[in-house]
């Protein structure tokens, strides 16, 4: 088969252990991203299988409509909102996904915690250049940690938050705080004290229209001055320019963030947040970890092998292969 991977921007996966699995198949891998649709076709018109990592790339029925050849899109974790899948099947492109652990994207939450309340970056800096301390920091212990959505990832920040001695509450639907209530967590009373009285707040939910817009301008003015909002999920969580306009209004007080809207990155040039001094930004660095690449990227791999074998697997669009036949 001749497989495309876009969006490879580091240049590493042709360095990944699992990238041998493709082997006996023609490979070509892109360090750019393109969301024009015409140009993106061009790009891929001669390809039978792309392998999506995330969702850095758009796959919609005006795309779909200019790659005939396209038999397989392999998804690297989940499929999302991304993919057209009603698009994909009238075209008789086949989509498998995988899983992952969301450990590194976890691991990444906490550390921009940490970071944000104990102002690592700054310091560091001012150490760079010749200065000594410049801020005081706040310990998390004894803190109120909120976490909204009690999930795959957002079960692993509460488990840190309570090994480091926070009062950990969650928010979510009845099924996520029925499952944190089982584990022995807390409920927040309402959503208005959990954004009022938690000191830091961390976003754990997954992206659907239905949450586009979740957190609101209203959310927002309610937390400390002192409480940092910590989103390592999704930019469109947030209603839009609003954490712009609450940090500079100083509710919360920092925020610390790993996503902008799926339309911006990667960015090429500023953003607002970028500008203000009370917000820590990486580049969606969340599940951007070898072990985890190693295992979003060999599950990928391991659906196209497959594929190409004739013994598909992992397919979200079963009904693809009855129309074609496999």
Known sequence: MRIAIPDDYQDCVRGLACFGKLAGHEVT??????????????????????VLTRERTRVGAELLARLPRLKLISQTGRVA???DL????AHGVAVADGRGSGAATAE??????????????????RLRAGQWQGHLGQQLFGQRLGIWSYGRIGTQ???YGRAFGM??????????????????????????AFFAESDAVCLHVRLVPQTQGLVTRADLARMKPG???????????????????????????FAAVDVFDQDLEPLQGGHPLLDLPNALCTPHIGYVERDNYEHYFGTAFDNIVAFAQGEPRNIVNQEVLGARGD
Request: hydrophobic share 50%.
């Open 29 to 50: 891998v892109f360090h750019d991203t393109l969301h024009d649709p015409a140009a993106l076709a061009e790009r891929l018109q001669d390809f039978d299988a792309v």
């Open 81 to 83: 909102g991304h993919v």
């Open 157 to 159: 920040v509460a488990r």
């Open 167 to 192: 009062q950990v509450w969650v928010w979510g639907r009845e099924a996520s705080t029925a499952a944190a209530r089982a584990d022995g967590f807390d409920v927040a009373p309402s959503r208005e």
């Open 108 to 125: 990444l939450t906490w550390a921009l915690l940490l970071a944000s309340r104990r102002h690592l970056v700054d310091e560091a800096n």
């Open 227 to 253: 409480a940092v909002l910590v989103n390592t999920s999704r930019s469109e969580l947030i209603e839009d320019g609003a954490l712009v306009d609450a940090l500079r209004a100083g509710r919360p007080g």
């Open 86 to 89: 009603a698009a994909c099947t």
